[in-house]
């Protein structure tokens, strides 16, 4: 296994496209969607832009920026999401969760940035209220 290459081969495109897929249902339509370890593209945050309010992108690999309604900010991995309470309707974590040694004190706590109607899920398991 490869880590952090900086090359995706068609292989590593064709699979994210298809997790993508697995959990475009549960992306909220005009809603606040938090992808944690977005990528340096942001895809599925740009896949997904034009049915979102507001999209924000984590990541280690990227630089602060902002396109149209997606906000991207460079996150070390273990650093702490800084999220307003009840502010976001649904974080993915596409291909994530296997590359964090630890991650349940991390999102343990994460139910408070939710609003009301939340999603937190990766591509391998799904969990809604």
Do not use: T
């Not at 994210?16 to 005009?30: E, G, H, S």
């Not at 999401?81 to 291909?95: H, I």
């Amino acid at each position: 296994m490869m880590k952090n290459s900086k090359n995706w081969n068609a292989l590593d495109k064709f699979l994210a496209r298809w997790r993508y897929q697995k959990v475009n249902f549960f992306v909220p339509k005009n809603g606040v969607v938090v992808d944690v370890g977005c990528g340096r593209e942001a895809a599925f945050l740009k896949q997904n832009h034009k049915k979102i309010q507001k999209g924000i992108g984590f990541d280690f690999r990227i630089q602060n920026a902002v396109f149209e309604n997606l906000e991207l900010f460079h996150h070390e991995k273990d650093a702490p999401l800084n999220l307003k309470k009840e502010s976001v309707d649904a974080v993915f974590l596409n291909a994530v969760l296997e590359h964090i040694p630890n991650p349940l004190p991390r999102f343990g706590g994460m139910q408070k940035q939710f609003k009301a109607q939340r999603h937190f899920g990766d591509d391998h398991a799904h969990a809604q209220k």
